[in-house]
């Protein structure tokens, strides 16, 4: 349920309807708008209350929302949410498409610089990289843990790089978002609903990127679950999801659920076509689609030597790729009036 507050509502106003909301004992949301704010309720509000709600100073209207992600709701939240990072960058629909481009792990300093340098060179402002790595064997390459964490950060300020990395458990969110500027819950860890709530009660921005197995409706109340913690932060990144042909490629990249979401709700989408595809020769054509179809950014793996890569080498694209899929995205962000 949202109370619609009238334009001319005082502080006053709003505050009385949160004191009711909490003596009806839900917990209130308030979003302060341009013209009107409306406050949320929260709770199970099947109980009722929106009576008394409607008939309060300064109260315009009372919606109930059918929707169990309210908070990630366009009903709720008119306007885009955009997302903004330490050095301006900014990651929405009225901000250039960004940018998130490195490999797939942190392997050395000397891997990350190769690509950070070319990522500085061509205006890509984001630097990805797992340091935990959510493996399918216990026995392949988990990542470099704190020392990748190190690295990633050295190197990204050392170019001017917002760093973006995955957090595999609520035990390291604290550590990871000492190094990081955006926190990335993997497709496997969509599910882990603890960890959502720790994300949750940071402030960092969170990519949320779905699970191969998860409907658009679970993956909004994935991000319902952060959100409802007061971490407003949240960027949805479609990743592919398993279907039943994985001969030619990983996974089926599932471009429309970018203008289901833009319609359903008010986050910033961005795309994974590096493990939406599988196969770095469908990197850049999908990269293009994802553009053409509204992404607000793409995250994308890269690798000098993509023939060592210790994970996902058959989908990392070489370095000296890159200033090719800046001008293709260049290219597609001009045609549909986009800023890059
Ligand atoms: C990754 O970004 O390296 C990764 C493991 O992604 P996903 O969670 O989408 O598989
Ligand atoms: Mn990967």
Known sequence: MIVVMRSDATQ????????KIQELGYRADVEPGEFTSVVAVIGDTTAGGDDVLRILPGVDHVVRIMKPYKHVSRDFRKRDTVIDLPNGVKIGPSAPVAM???PCAVESEEQVRQVAEMDKKLGFTILRGGAFKPRTSPYTFQGLGLEGLRILRNVADEYGLMVITEVMSEMDVEMCEEYSDILQIGARTMHAFR?????????????????????IREWLLSAEYIISEGNWNVIMCERGIRSFDDEFSRNVLDLTAVQIL????HLPVVVDPSHGTGERDLVMPMAKAAIAAGADGLIIEAHPDPT?????GAQSLPVDWLPELQKQVHGIAKAIGREV
Do not use: I, W, Y
Request: avoid cysteine.
């Open 12 to 19: 006053e106003n709003v505050d009385g309807v949160v004191e």
């Open 100 to 102: 998130m481009v490195g």
């Open 195 to 215: 960890l959502l709530k720790t994300v949750g009660q940071t402030r960092k921005p969170v990519l949320l990127k779905r699970g191969f197995h998860a409907t």
């Open 262 to 265: 833009k319609k359903e709700s």
């Open 308 to 312: 060592t890569a210790l994970s996902d």
